[in-house]
């Protein structure tokens, strides 16, 4: 597709422009790009700065991550202002927006990779490989092939870990099958807003870091 053709320039960009990405050893797969956990730090980097190129932060704090959160809202801005795909806009919605919301990629009826939004860092979420809770909109779909739809209102236990939370507090999905890569995204988001006063002050989960600002 032209989007992601798009972002993997820019990512291969950003090979050339950064100094210590030189080495021959590493090459680009494509499962590398619009994904927060590549195979190596430096491809993780590449797509940094891709993000960053194609979707500045000064533009997108304003266009969009002031959205709801909303895969419909944020294909029509990926399309319309940034010629990107769903799932880099999507992420770098996550990595900007003051909301509450993750991001998972399934395939499979697994868990592939998440990312967290930096207002839903503290809560542990469920850990990647796991079969997905059949409960859950992504789970439904791998299972019985039920079509995605709209956001759906569930149970928090179908997509967090953790103890602090109810397993009943509610917890909107909303899901899209991506058809040509075999992956479907989720984002889910609190009904109501959690307070972390109410939470603790557990250390935070080791996996799914959101990405640095070094290519602000």
């Not at 895969?71 to 999507?90: F, G, N, P, W």
């Not at 917890?171 to 984002?187: F, M, Q, V």
């Amino acid at each position: 597709a032209p989007n992601r053709r798009r972002f993997s320039v820019a990512h291969e960009l950003g090979h050339y422009q950064i100094p210590w990405h030189d080495s021959p050893q590493y090459q680009t797969q494509a499962t590398d790009i619009d994904n927060p956990s590549p195979s190596a730090p430096i491809e993780r980097e590449a797509n940094e700065f891709a993000a960053c190129l194609l979707m500045p932060r000064a533009d997108a704090v304003v266009h969009l991550a002031t959205h709801e959160p909303s895969l419909k809202s944020i294909s029509a801005v990926a399309q319309d202002r940034y010629h990107v795909s769903l799932t880099a806009a999507v992420l770098r919605y996550v990595e900007l927006t003051d909301c509450q919301c993750a991001l998972f990629a399934t395939q499979e009826g697994r868990i592939k990779w998440s990312a967290r939004s930096p207002a839903f860092a503290d809560v542990f979420v469920r850990h990647l490989g796991p079969n997905l809770s059949p409960s859950s909109v992504a789970g439904q779909w791998w299972d019985r092939h039920r079509k995605p739809t709209g956001p759906v209102l569930l149970d928090g236990e179908n997509w967090l870990n953790d103890y602090r939370i109810p397993d009943d507090r509610p917890l909107y999905e909303e899901c899209i099958r991506l058809g040509d890569y075999g992956l479907a995204l989720s984002l889910v988001w609190p009904e109501d807003e959690i307070d972390w006063h109410d939470l603790g002050d557990d250390e935070d989960d080791e996996h799914d870091l959101l990405p640095s600002e070094r290519w602000m």
